[in-house]
């Protein structure tokens, strides 16, 4: 049923969906048509929201329209069904704007008046993605993935050349302009809303530090899994009397066996957090903007090097390092002496990796994308 499945994928992309966009792309371009859209969520992603709300703001020059789904939930009908639609509107768009792969988006060449975003889903450099991991790409996909992009959005130019190679793209489409989503993280009210919900939601909390496990998954979003549990909760049992650890394990974990012990987006947990728990998770560059301490619990560190890679010298990052479990609770204890004693080297590693993200990234995006609104400069 698996293959099956993917063969009928394979039709949609490389027939159905290119006709369908070549018989609709003969009209005029819809002027101040401005799509979002997404395959891996049921409500608008994060990543793009901040822009959305920008956007949103200017109703009289721009109409947005929203293609969001979460495809892994829906039938093949309603599949089908959603993509028509998207192609139908995507070839006479003004302005495109995703934050993930969206497959659908590079079933043919796109007409040059149509302007494509990828505001990306991550920041700084961490584990290897694309075309220089095995796993990102499916086996018998056949098509230039992220040749219609015309901007990339990345947090610092350290990231561009990475990211040209491993999305085989033009370094000249690709802009150091900040990620988006993180403006949020500049915003005072924003946070503070944040804390509220948090503490309302988890009373027991208060009066204790704060340690947020968000790591990220292995394999792929067919077949996800998860290391460092056991060493979790071992830990959180241990320090429970000073210490409130917060489990934050990916969507696609949670969609198997429920894993996190709350319901609030990551995004909304990295303000509250005294102490950040990862593993090979761009979150940690997220976090990184709040300037607070982290620590990286790896207990499969030496499989995932040799299975997946990394673009940096994992064992130099300038965070504690911890691949035993019994350890994990007394590196916690120590986390915060650790960050104080280096500061400046973490605050280093910071702007180089998201120099760009500094509240502004809204604005530069939607200048370079040609959107004129009260917030979008030439950046």
Same mark, same amino acid.
């Given at each position: 049923?698996?293959?099956?499945?993917?063969y009928?994928?394979?039709?949609?992309q490389? *027939?159905?969906?290119?006709?369908?966009?070549?018989?609709?792309?003969?009209r005029?371009?819809?002027?101040?048509?401005?799509?979002?859209?997404?395959?891996?969520?049921?409500?608008?992603?994060?990543?793009?929201r901040?822009?959305?709300?920008a956007?949103?703001?200017?109703k009289g020059?721009?109409?947005?329209?929203?293609f969001?789904?979460d495809?892994g939930?829906?039938s093949?009908?309603?599949?089908a069904?959603?993509?028509?639609?998207?192609?139908?509107?995507y070839?006479t768009?003004?302005?495109?704007?995703?934050c993930?792969?969206?497959?659908?988006a590079?079933?043919?060449?796109?007409r040059?008046e149509?302007?494509?975003?990828q505001?990306?889903?991550?920041?700084?450099l961490?584990?290897?993605?694309?075309?220089?991991?095995?796993?990102?790409i499916?086996?018998k996909?056949?098509?230039?993935?992220?040749g219609?992009?015309?901007?990339?959005?990345?947090?610092?130019?350290?990231?561009?050349?990475?990211?040209?190679?491993?999305?085989?793209?033009?370094?000249?489409?690709?802009?150091?302009t900040?990620?988006?989503?993180?403006?949020?993280?500049?915003d005072?009210?924003?946070?503070?809303?944040?804390?509220e919900?948090?503490?309302?939601?988890?009373p027991?909390?208060?009066?204790?530090?704060?340690? *947020?496990?968000a790591?990220?998954?292995r394999?792929?979003?067919?077949?996800?899994r998860?290391?460092?549990?056991?060493?979790?909760?071992?830990?959180?049992?241990?320090?429970?009397?000073s210490?409130?650890?917060?489990?934050?394990?990916?969507p696609?974990i949670?969609?198997?066996?429920?894993?996190?012990?709350?319901?609030?987006?990551?995004e909304?947990?990295?303000?509250?957090?005294?102490?950040?728990?990862?593993?090979?998770?761009?979150?940690?560059?997220?976090?990184?903007?709040?300037?607070?301490p982290a620590?990286?619990?790896?207990?499969?560190?030496?499989?995932?090097e040799?299975?997946?890679?990394?673009?940096?010298?994992?064992?130099?990052?300038?965070?504690?390092l911890?691949?035993?479990?019994?350890?994990?609770?007394d590196?916690?204890?120590?986390?915060l002496?650790?960050?104080k004693?280096?500061r400046?080297?973490?605050?280093a590693?910071?702007?180089?990796?998201t120099?760009a993200?500094?509240g502004?990234?809204?604005e530069?995006? *939607?200048g370079?994308?040609?959107?004129?609104?009260g917030e979008?400069g030439?950046?």
């Amino acid at each position: 049923m698996f293959w099956i499945k993917q063969y009928i994928k394979m039709f949609l992309q490389n *027939l159905l969906l290119p006709a369908v966009y070549f018989c609709f792309c003969r009209r005029p371009v819809r002027k101040g048509a401005v799509i979002f859209a997404d395959g891996h969520h049921q409500e608008m992603p994060f990543s793009m929201r901040r822009v959305y709300e920008a956007v949103e703001k200017e109703k009289g020059t721009y109409r947005t329209e929203l293609f969001i789904e979460d495809f892994g939930k829906l039938s093949l009908l309603k599949t089908a069904g959603f993509l028509f639609r998207f192609m139908r509107s995507y070839a006479t768009a003004e302005y495109v704007f995703l934050c993930d792969y969206f497959l659908p988006a590079a079933a043919c060449r796109k007409r040059k008046e149509t302007t494509l975003v990828q505001l990306w889903h991550s920041c700084g450099l961490m584990k290897k993605i694309a075309f220089d991991a095995g796993q990102d790409i499916p086996e018998k996909y056949r098509g230039n993935m992220f040749g219609n992009y015309t901007w990339l959005t990345m947090s610092a130019p350290v990231c561009i050349p990475v990211h040209a190679r491993a999305l085989s793209l033009d370094p000249e489409r690709i802009r150091a302009t900040g990620i988006s989503r993180t403006d949020y993280y500049f915003d005072p009210e924003w946070n503070e809303r944040c804390r509220e919900r948090f503490f309302a939601e988890h009373p027991e909390a208060k009066g204790k530090k704060i340690a *947020l496990w968000a790591p990220t998954f292995r394999g792929n979003a067919a077949m996800p899994r998860l290391e460092g549990l056991s060493g979790i909760r071992k830990a959180q049992e241990k320090l429970k009397d000073s210490w409130y650890v917060i489990r934050k394990a990916h969507p696609h974990i949670d969609r198997r066996e429920p894993v996190s012990n709350t319901g609030i987006p990551t995004e909304e947990l990295l303000c509250v957090a005294d102490l950040l728990i990862t593993d090979y998770s761009s979150v940690l560059f997220d976090y990184l903007i709040y300037e607070k301490p982290a620590l990286l619990f790896a207990p499969d560190l030496e499989t995932y090097e040799k299975e997946r890679g990394f673009y940096l010298d994992y064992r130099s990052l300038p965070f504690p390092l911890v691949e035993r479990e019994e350890e994990l609770a007394d590196q916690i204890l120590a986390s915060l002496e650790y960050w104080k004693e280096h500061r400046e080297e973490i605050h280093a590693f910071r702007m180089q990796y998201t120099g760009a993200c500094d509240g502004k990234a809204t604005e530069r995006i *939607l200048g370079l994308a040609g959107i004129k609104t009260g917030e979008a400069g030439q950046g």
